[in-house]
């Protein structure tokens, strides 16, 4: 069965810190999607990222990056030099079989202190 | 662009009251529409999927309902509602290219609190 485990709870830091939020899966389909939301407190989730199971190849987008490693089933998300404004619930997510579903872990709540 | 409207943005009804939330997508057509509901402090639990006009998925039985009236609005309601309803409602859309592979795209939610 399909899975998604975010096992950090709660992580708090204090700003300029880098930061990995782990994300670790579970899925016998050869060809799948993961990605990361972002849920600040206003509530909306935000997309932050696809990946797809064929391109390991990291990727960098601004202060963030992520690290695909199907070796382990883990895509792992790192903020660099955080700040407070990047306090928030994150989400990491696994493409589910052809229902059109998504597989959500439990979320990481990350709290940056100024 | 594509922008995804959601009402109310907050809600409290007495038990056994009924429901409607609507959701309504603007800047595409077709698309796949999505329900979830996430308790305080928990993650996303996706009710109802549609990928077209009248066609409605459950996935959590319950006492809520959807419907797809338009191609671009999705609503969620209930007759009676429970204690255990409450809970922040998000609605989302996805591109209907290829099943659950596509990013979906929230609103801004209803937080609705049953009483």
């Known amino acids: 069965a399909q899975k998604v485990t975010q096992a950090q709870t709660e992580i708090s830091v204090v700003e300029k810190e880098d930061v990995t939020l782990d994300c670790v899966y579970e899925?016998?389909?050869?060809?799948?999607?993961l990605f990361w939301y972002k849920q600040p407190p206003s509530g909306e989730l935000v997309f932050l990222i696809r990946r797809n199971s064929f391109d390991e190849q990291n990727e960098i987008s601004g202060r963030y990056s992520w690290n695909f490693q199907k070796s382990t089933s883990s895509f792992n998300f790192t903020i660099t030099a955080s700040q407070v404004v990047d306090s928030a619930v994150y989400f990491c997510?696994?493409?589910?079989?052809?229902?059109?579903?998504?597989?959500w872990g439990a979320g990481t709540k990350l709290i940056i202190k100024p | 662009s594509q922008t995804i409207h959601q009402w109310p943005a907050t809600l409290v009804q007495p038990v056994g009251s009924p429901l409607s939330l609507e959701c309504t997508v603007e800047g595409t057509s077709n698309p796949n529409l999505y329900w979830y509901r996430q308790a305080a402090g928990r993650g996303l639990q996706l009710l109802f999927y549609?990928?077209?006009?009248?066609?409605i998925s459950s996935e959590v039985p319950q006492n809520l309902s959807a419907s797809r009236p338009q191609d671009r609005q999705f609503i969620l309601s209930s007759k009676k509602l429970l204690l255990s309803d409450s809970g922040f409602y998000l609605c989302?859309?996805?591109?209907?290219?290829?099943?659950?592979?596509?990013?979906?795209?929230f609103g801004p939610g209803t937080r609705l609190t049953v009483l």
């Open positions: 989302a859309w996805s591109a209907s290219r290829a099943g659950g592979w596509d990013e979906q795209f």
């Open positions: 899925t016998r389909d050869t060809t799948y999607y």
């Open positions: 997510a696994l493409s589910g079989d052809s229902n059109y579903q998504l597989i």
């Open positions: 549609s990928v077209g006009i009248g066609q």
